[in-house]
């Protein structure tokens, strides 16, 4: 097994190895301590200091043959689209008063789908749609706070 205690950088456009991927979620991608196999089947021990996320196409491991990265992989999102920058702040404030990871894009906002959510927003008339795509928690994976 291959033990992963820091990204070593990042994927080269013109990378000329083989690459393998490990292919993580969005949720998989915070963990910091974690065993996970690549498309080939090689097992890696992720062990980073705590707090510091994996992201689409950091480099695990290399040698002279081979580069490792992280894949992200398509998950059920809730798309919400914005229109103009105050309904873009409106639809963030919603998705984060109801402390849902949130991935905002140009006139897009992106959380984890949840059928709930999406109803919520059909009914205050927001365009919205379910889609499979990657999604990152743009904001951290540490916040809280107590009411």
């Known amino acids: 097994m291959i033990l992963v205690e820091e990204i070593r950088g990042?994927?080269?456009?013109?990378?000329?190895?083989?690459?393998?991927?490990?292919a993580l979620g969005w949720e998989d991608r915070l963990r910091s301590r974690q065993r996970v196999r690549t498309d080939s089947g090689?097992?890696?021990?992720?062990?980073?200091?705590?707090?510091?996320?994996?992201?689409e196409d950091d480099i695990l491991f290399e040698d002279e043959e081979r580069?490792?990265?992280?894949?992200?992989?398509?998950?059920?999102?809730?798309?919400?689209?914005?229109?103009?920058?105050?309904?873009m702040g409106r639809l963030c404030y919603q998705v984060g008063n109801r402390h849902a990871p949130i991935c905002v894009q140009d006139g897009r906002v992106l959380?984890?789908?949840?059928?709930?959510?999406?109803a919520y927003f059909v009914k205050m008339g927001v365009r919205c749609?379910?889609?499979?795509?990657?999604?990152?928690?743009?904001?951290?994976?540490?916040?809280?706070?107590?009411?």
Do not use: C, M, W
């Not at 090689?42 to 992201?55: D, F, M, R, Y």
């Open 10 to 22: 990042r994927l080269s456009a013109n990378e000329s190895r083989r690459v393998e991927r490990v």
């Open 42 to 55: 090689a097992e890696i021990g992720v062990k980073l200091p705590t707090g510091q996320p994996l992201k």
């Open 67 to 87: 580069v490792v990265v992280v894949a992200a992989i398509p998950e059920d999102v809730l798309v919400l689209y914005a229109d103009s920058p105050l309904e």
């Open 111 to 118: 959380t984890p789908y949840d059928s709930v959510l999406e």
């Open 129 to 147: 749609e379910k889609a499979k795509e990657p999604f990152t928690h743009d904001f951290g994976a540490f916040h809280s706070h107590h009411h």
